[in-house]
C-alpha cells in the first residue's frame, strides 16, 4: 500500500489538490480506497467559502468503494469489502444522543470531517455501509440523493393526493422516479428558473408542493399553490437565508416539513433491487486532477450529476 495519497483539499480560501500521507485508522475507523465520488451543491458552496467548514478539508460526501484497512475495534468488516457511506455524523455528546440515540448536533462527511474526494477516505465505522454484489459503485454512490429523496414520504403524503414539485433539475427527476415506485403519479414539476408570462401560476391547486431549489420567490409560489391546510415540503440545502411574509402564509396555514434523510439501507434495497435506475441522472466520470473543470461545469449542470472516478 503507498504512504501517500491525493485528495482535493479546501485550505482556508482555495481548493488544491495535495499529496498528503495515508493514515492509520483509529480503533474505530475505516480506511476506505474510493472507487467514486459524486459532485452535489453542498460540495460547491463549501469549495466557495459559502458554508463554513474546517480547516484543511478533504472535499466529497457522496462515495462508493473498498475497505483497504480497519481499526483494532472495528467488528464486521473486512478488508475488501465493498462499502459505501452514510455522511450524517453523530457528535454523541448531546442529550438527544444520550436519551433517544437522535443528535441534535450532527456533522457532516466533506463539511465537519474529511471526505472522499480522494484516493483513500478515513471514516468512522459508523458511517460504513456494507454493499451486496447487486449494486455498483456508481449506484452506491449515489445511495445519499436517494435517501435525501426518500424523506418525502415522512411527510404522509399519499398517492391519490395532488401534490407538484417545485424546480426542474436532476433531484426533481430522481424524486419522481422514486415517488413512482411508491405508487404515485407522475407529478407536475414546476419550473422555477423559466417564467412563462402566458400561463398563470397555480393558485389554490395542491396538496402538497414539495421544492428541490429553495429561495425565497420559489418559497412564496408554492403556499401560493398549495389549498388551504396544504403541505409545504422542504427538501434542499441552501445555505443562504429565506424569506417569507408571514401574514401571507396565515391566510393559507400551511404544514410545514423541513426533511433531511429518508432511511439509508432502503436507499441501498432501492438501487440493489435494480427499481431504481440513475444511469440518465449521471453525465460523466473524471479524474480528479479536472477538478478545477468538473467544478465549473458542475455550476451549470442541473440535470445530471458529474462523478470523480479515482482510477483515472
Excluded: W
Amino acid at each position: 500500500m503507498a504512504s501517500r495519497f491525493s485528495a482535493l483539499v479546501k485550505d482556508r480560501s482555495k481548493v488544491e489538490l495535495k499529496e498528503l500521507f495515508l493514515p492509520k485508522p483509529g480503533p474505530k475507523e475505516v480506511l476506505v480506497r474510493v472507487a467514486l465520488a459524486g459532485l452535489c451543491r453542498t460540495d460547491i458552496y463549501a469549495a466557495r467559502g459559502e458554508l463554513s467548514t474546517k480547516d484543511d478539508l478533504i472535499l466529497g460526501h457522496e462515495l462508493a468503494g473498498t475497505v483497504e484497512a480497519v481499526g483494532a475495534s472495528v467488528d464486521g468488516l473486512k478488508v475488501g469489502a465493498r462499502v459505501t457511506v452514510n455522511p450524517v455524523l453523530a457528535c454523541k455528546q448531546c442529550k438527544g444522543c444520550l436519551s433517544s440515540g437522535v443528535c441534535l448536533n450532527t456533522g457532516f462527511v466533506g463539511i465537519d470531517a474529511d471526505g472522499g474526494f480522494a484516493e483513500f477516505a478515513l471514516l468512522p465505522q459508523d458511517s460504513i455501509m456494507t454493499l451486496d454484489n447487486r449494486v455498483s459503485f456508481l449506484a452506491a454512490a449515489y445511495s445519499e440523493p436517494v435517501a435525501a429523496s426518500l424523506a418525502v414520504l415522512k411527510s404522509g403524503i399519499k398517492p391519490g393526493e395532488n401534490g407538484a414539485i417545485f424546480g426542474r433539475n436532476r433531484f426533481s427527476e430522481l424524486l419522481q422516479a422514486i415517488l413512482t415506485i411508491y405508487g404515485f403519479p407522475e407529478l407536475p414539476v414546476i419550473d422555477t428558473y423559466l417564467s412563462e408570462p402566458n400561463k398563470p401560476e397555480p393558485e389554490g391547486e395542491f396538496d402538497y408542493a414539495i421544492e428541490t431549489f429553495a429561495s425565497s420567490e420559489v418559497i412564496a409560489k408554492m403556499c401560493r399553490a398549495i389549498k388551504p391546510g396544504g403541505k409545504l415540503i422542504l427538501k434542499s440545502r441552501q445555505h443562504e437565508p429565506l424569506q417569507f411574509k408571514l401574514a401571507e402564509f396565515l391566510k393559507r396555514e400551511p404544514v410545514i416539513y423541513v426533511l433531511n434523510y429518508g432511511d439509508f439501507n432502503q436507499a441501498l434495497e432501492l438501487l440493489s433491487s435494480g427499481k431504481l435506475r440513475i444511469d440518465n441522472l449521471v453525465e460523466g466520470l473524471y479524474p480528479l486532477k479536472d477538478f478545477e473543470a468538473v467544478f465549473e461545469k458542475a455550476g451549470f449542470a442541473e440535470a445530471r450529476k458529474l462523478f470523480f472516478d479515482l482510477s483515472l
